[in-house]
């Protein structure tokens, strides 16, 4: 396997670490599962995740293109795990990291050595969900709209499982995932009632996603969370618990203003010289 000069650096499951296991047990005790998708946010935003209690949280690389982000998620993934050392990980693999089973499941262990609890290949099939759990590469996976470049087959991100034969269509996704090994998945963008029966069916969990229902937790986006987005591009399932986009403008537009006025630095703000050593230096300085 590639990447072996960075084995030192790999993270072994230690006693206070929350893994895929424990998202398990938390559903089949119905207790409810909190998710937050950090997106490409620095892994300090996972930190705070953690420290604010949350189970899970997904995250994808910072790039240009879908090559250069898995390039870099191992070092990122590292590096979230650094940050955060107890959280449960889930990794967004790039397209070209699982296109066949046996560079899935070399990417997938890869990325699960360096610190991820679980990867999320988007629209992933049958044959390589199964190379992957034959191979203990845990995969918490996604159903329900696809956020990726393939929305362009169901006419881009929109709502679905509106109608009986949708619905059943995104069930039997989570079915044939689940029969082949996934170990658990989020529903995004179904009915409530969908979201909710799909949850109840399935052995695994499933973690709704602007999909209306309980389910067997929710996830939200960062973004959404911490109100980065104006309210007119907010999303109806979207909610605002800290306002810090908002904040931060706030307070850097408050330190300019203060700046350019000269209210700030004040004297408390600083510290002065010894008045022996001041004065020496005053000499040197006009002599100079």
């Known amino acids: 396997m590639a990447e072996n000069k960075d084995a030192i650096k790999t993270v072994s499951i230690e006693k206070g670490r929350k893994t895929i296991w424990h998202l398990q047990q938390m559903k089949n005790k119905g207790e409810k599962i909190s998710m937050v998708g950090t997106a490409y946010l620095h892994p300090m935003f996972t930190m ?20 250069d982000r898995a390039e870099l998620v191992l ?16 990794a967004v693999m790039q397209t070209e990291d699982y296109g066949d089973p046996a560079t899935a499941v070399r990417k997938g ?86 979201t909710d029966a799909i949850a109840a ?11 209306g229902g309980a389910a067997d937790g929710s996830e939200m ?34 330190f300019t203003q203060e700046v350019k006025t000269g209210a700030y630095p004040l004297e408390e703000h600083g510290w002065g010289m010894d008045e022996a050593e001041l004065a020496k230096f005053n000499d040197a300085i006009a002599k100079f």
């Not at 090994?181 to 995004?188: L, S």
């Open 48 to 67: 705070l995740c953690e420290k604010a209690g949350v189970d899970l949280v997904r995250y994808t690389v910072p790039g240009e293109t879908g090559h």
């Open 75 to 90: 070092m990122w993934t590292r590096m979230q795990r650094k940050q955060a050392p107890n959280i449960c990980l889930n």
């Open 109 to 194: 262990a890869q990325i699960l050595t360096d610190g991820a609890d679980s990867v999320m290949p988007m629209g992933v099939t049958n044959e390589v969900v199964k190379a992957m759990a034959d191979n203990y590469v845990a995969v918490f996976g996604h159903i329900g709209v696809l956020s990726g470049w393939q929305t362009g087959r169901f006419g881009g991100y929109r709502r679905v499982g509106k109608t009986c034969e949708d619905a059943m269509r995104v069930f039997k996704m989570g079915y044939e995932y689940q029969e082949n090994g996934m170990a658990g998945m989020t529903v995004e963008m179904t009915p409530r009632e969908v």
């Open 201 to 211: 069916k399935l052995r695994v969990p499933v973690i709704e996603v602007a999909a």
């Open 221 to 254: 986006v960062i973004f959404d969370l911490l109100g980065f987005m104006p309210p007119e591009m907010m999303g109806k399932h979207a909610k605002v618990y800290a306002p810090v986009m908002m904040e931060t403008i706030k307070g850097l537009a408050g």
